[in-house]
């Protein structure tokens, strides 16, 4: 029993350092390394393993539970009230594919599974929304019905980009039958260009993310397109095999695609700075950069801590 309560306060504490990866700003985005806090690094061995049992549950609806208390974790409570379900199940994921390994065979496993239900789910939307095509397109029922095909796309797409990320070769062909799906217009999902972003850009192919998020812009949110597009570029740099030139031009390419989306609203100064993508933004061009951060303080009178 004495186990029992160190296994629980162990899960605690997982979970309290999951949950302190959603941004002071409520940013709830992806960054290669977000995760590293879970890791254990100069703690016990099995600590990375337990850490990946907690996340994973949460990924895949699956968390240990409290019978009559907390369906989805024991610790709901540590949870902040602006986490909705779906976007904490995403976290998740990220989570799990930075800590999850090809050797992880039954982590895979259970994720797989997952994969294979969200496929059948989507598709049992997809076939509902088919049927309530035929009514009036401003009806309720019609975009209820839609609605809820496109949120289950969002959902399918944060479990295949998890399974790239450890394996890639495994997971390629789904990866890009998803996209050519997420491409065609019959039938059309509300954000396909931001979607079909958002996975390129996890999965590494910065240079089709960049040119998805062009399509975005021009449907969405410019701030949040061209400082995705930053994100993609600077990353881009760090790609090994590039020349010194290439990485200049990626990386001046990455400032001015920052200035482009500050100059369109983007102010999110907490998620900004904590934001791995632009660590070589941050080392390469510091003064740059900060000099941003001091524009967007000047331009929504935000003050230092």
Not at 91 to 119: F, G, H, K, S, Y
Not at 131 to 139: G, R
Not at 181 to 188: D, F, K, M, V
Not at 192 to 217: F, K, T, V
Request: charged share 30%; glycine share 6%; with cysteine.
């Amino acid at each position: 029993r004495l186990q029992e309560l160190i296994d629980l306060l162990r899960r605690a504490e997982i979970e309290a350092k999951f949950l302190s990866r959603k941004s002071k700003s409520g940013s709830t985005g992806y960054y290669k390394g977000q995760y590293d806090i879970l890791k254990g690094e100069g703690l016990e061995p099995d600590y990375r393993k337990l850490a990946l049992e907690v996340v994973t549950g949460i990924a895949t609806d699956k968390a240990m539970s409290t019978p009559g208390l907390y369906k989805h974790g024991i610790y709901r409570f540590l949870r902040p009230h602006f986490v909705d379900e779906w976007e904490f199940q995403s976290m998740a994921l990220n989570a799990v594919a930075e800590l999850c390994t090809p050797e992880d065979q039954l982590i895979i496993e259970r994720l797989e599974r997952r994969r294979i239900e969200l496929l059948i789910k989507r598709e049992k939307l997809k076939t509902i929304f088919l049927e309530k095509s035929f009514q009036d397109y401003n009806s309720k029922e019609y975009q209820d019905a839609w609605f809820d095909w496109d949120d289950s796309l969002g959902e399918y797409l944060d479990q295949v980009a998890c399974l790239y990320l450890i394996l890639p070769d495994r997971y390629h062909g789904h990866v890009v039958e998803f996209i050519d799906e997420l491409g065609s217009r019959r039938p059309r999902p509300v954000r396909p260009y931001s979607y079909i972003a958002g996975l390129q850009i996890r999965c590494g192919w910065y240079r089709d993310a960049i040119q998805s998020y062009e399509q975005a812009m021009r449907y969405g949110s410019k701030a949040y397109g061209y400082y995705n597009q930053a994100c993609a570029f600077a990353s881009w740099s760090l790609k090994p095999g590039l020349s010194s030139r290439e990485q200049r031009r990626h990386l001046n390419s990455a400032m001015s695609r920052l200035r482009l989306s500050v100059e369109y609203g983007w102010s999110d100064i907490d998620w900004m700075n904590e934001d791995r993508d632009l660590d070589p933004l941050r080392k390469h061009r510091r003064s740059e950069y900060d000099a941003l951060v001091q524009l967007i303080k000047d331009k929504y009178g935000l003050e230092d801590e």
